[in-house]
């Protein structure tokens, strides 16, 4: 899962994508207000932190573009303005939630983990499909209760078709999804990377969809 970073201060911006990655996330850093709409809506995000004191565009005018322009992508806003009109703009802008500076990051990554909870119709924490559990808290995957080991790619890569089940995700979406913008894509990879992740998980829980990609199924279907 991907996590676009919108933020003009490098020391903050740097913190907030080492969490970030250490929690299991691919994280992309731009600190041009410009940049940052262009690549908001031409690029597939599983959520964007957004500062508002950009230079180049605001946050608010970027937010408004992208809700305008039909990007449904959660967005958690970070701003130095704490006054109650300034939150109630940027709610009113299209922002998911918002957090004042100054904060903690385990706050940021709770907003984050809960807002990509709501965009995926879910309020609970765990993710329960067959035999298999993933926490995305602990970065844990269980398998009849006994936990599995996998590797940060086979994780993130579970963790978004787990967050997308009942629907097909294609193998270009998943790529687009788990590697950094800069790093070669090659969907290839990711039928290997499935082969794997489905050998260690012993559980039929992944179904291909030839010509179309993959889906999980939610119970029931």
Do not use: C
């Not at 609970?124 to 970065?139: H, K, Q, W, Y």
């Not at 794997?196 to 179309?212: C, Q, S, W, Y």
Request: glycine share 10%.
């Amino acid at each position: 899962m991907r996590i676009l970073i919108v933020e003009d201060e490098e020391r903050i911006a740097r913190d907030i994508a080492d969490a970030v990655t250490a929690a299991g996330y691919v994280a992309e850093i731009v600190a041009d207000g410009e940049e940052a709409w262009f690549k908001g809506g031409t690029e597939v995000y599983s959520a964007i932190i957004l500062d508002l004191g950009l230079p180049g565009m605001d946050g608010l005018t970027i937010l408004k573009r992208w809700r305008q322009e039909g990007v449904a992508t959660p967005v958690l806003v970070l701003t130095a303005r704490g006054a109650w009109s300034d939150r109630v703009g940027g709610i009113d802008a299209g922002a998911d939630d918002y957090l004042s500076k100054p904060f903690r990051i385990e706050e940021v990554l709770a907003r984050v983990r809960a807002l990509i909870r709501r965009s995926a119709g879910r309020v609970e924490p765990l993710i329960a499909v067959g035999p298999v559990t993933l926490d995305p808290r602990s970065r844990e995957v269980m398998v009849d209760g006994v936990p599995t080991s996998l590797t940060p790619l086979e994780f993130r890569l579970l963790n978004y078709l787990f967050h997308h089940r009942g629907r097909i995700v294609s193998q270009t979406e998943l790529s687009e999804a788990l590697y950094s913008h800069d790093h070669e894509r090659d969907t290839n990879a990711i039928e290997a990377l499935v082969g794997r992740l489905r050998r260690k998980l012993k559980a039929d829980v992944i179904e291909t969809r030839r010509g179309f990609g993959y889906i999980v199924n939610t119970p029931g279907k």
